[in-house]
């Protein structure tokens, strides 16, 4: 069988992320730069080759002074660590429109097995004649796993930043001819 290479859609992809300010609500934000391709076997995504990558520096959250803090060393570390990267081990089948997909999860040059479901919308053609697929990924990281440690406790008690990071991940490939 044939290999099938996709390329990502950014125009109609977005990766997104939500973390506790204040242990009571969420601040938001997205990658800006990022690119992923997926190899598979024909049109079957089951066991596909997923490659992801995020430009740490393309970190938007809407606020210049807290995308700056989470670029610095007491985050990120855009400086010694410009890229944070996934590659998947598996992708395996559920039903028809569920996905498991495992990989390593590297940021600040630590990897770590992560696991996330993944909803498959088919594939469809464009009004442009192009091959597109979609998928959707919800999931969630401690950021202490991967050395995200900065905090600063409460006089009230708890803590300024969360944990625990929510993913929001929508991405839209095109076939490649």
Known sequence: MATTKWSIDPT???I?????HMMFTNVSGKFGTYDATITTEGDDFENADIQFSGDIASIDTANADRDGHLRSADFFDVENNPKLT???SSFKK???GDYQLTGDLTIKGISKEVKFPVEYSGILTDPW???KVGLSIE???NRKDWG???NSALE???VLVGEEVKLNIELQFVKQA
């Open 129 to 131: 004649g192009n091959t």
């Open 156 to 158: 009230t008690g708890g």
């Open 16 to 20: 997104g992320f939500k973390v506790k």
């Open 86 to 88: 996934f590659k998947a």
């Open 148 to 150: 995200l440690n900065w």
């Open 139 to 141: 999931g969630k990281i």
């Open 94 to 96: 559920i039903d028809a």
């Open 12 to 14: 109609h992809s977005e």
